[in-house]
């Protein structure tokens, strides 16, 4: 086998000829994910330590508190505050915990670390920073978050807004 020459030459009958290029991704990259309204959202990647779903259980209420806060996990040894992003953004309907998990995002700014609970996480995607429009008919307790919002279809029905996670750690609606 080893002194076959394809074997050498890492050619063989099982691989092709040519090398298929990758596309580049275009634009930067943002986690998508939906609070209890429907509504979409994303973050920059940049901004984000990490995503966990833990079980609600995990989550320790704590009293005398915001209400816009459920209460802080224990993450690797760390203590993350955990909040409903729905209801800090205005949204009517609370985060539904009665599930077995609870996705969150781990956003973090310097020392500042917040865990920031949504209904549904789509994924990854690679956005156009440069197709980013003004946003447009926004409620007044989410437009200081938004840097911008995509439109996802021709129509002026569905957008998908990017909110700045850093306006978010740093709000004063923390201390309500």
């Given at each position: ?7 050498l ?10 090398f298929?290029?990758?596309?580049s ?7 998508r ?41 224990n ?27 609870v ?59 990017l ?5 978010i ?8």
């Amino acid at each position: 086998m080893v002194g076959n020459p394809d074997f050498l030459t890492g050619r063989g009958q099982d691989q092709a000829p040519e090398f298929q290029e990758l596309d580049s991704p275009e634009g930067e990259l943002h986690l998508r994910f939906y609070i209890p309204s429907g509504n979409e959202f994303a973050l920059p990647a940049t901004g984000i330590r990490e995503v966990i779903s833990p079980s609600p259980d995990r989550i320790t209420p704590i009293p005398n508190v915001s209400p816009l806060l459920l209460g802080t996990l224990n993450v690797r040894g760390r203590v993350v505050w955990v909040a409903d992003l729905g209801q800090f953004l205005g949204d009517t309907a609370p985060l539904n915990t009665d599930r077995p998990d609870v996705p969150v995002i781990a956003v973090e700014d310097q020392d500042i670390l917040l865990g920031l609970a949504v209904d549904r996480i789509v994924g990854m995607d690679w956005l156009d920073i440069e197709e980013l429009q003004m946003p447009t008919n926004v409620p007044d307790s989410v437009a200081p978050f938004l840097r911008g919002e995509w439109s996802l279809d021709n129509s002026a029905s569905a957008f998908l807004r990017l909110l700045d996670q850093v306006a978010i750690l740093r709000s004063a609606r923390w201390a309500a």
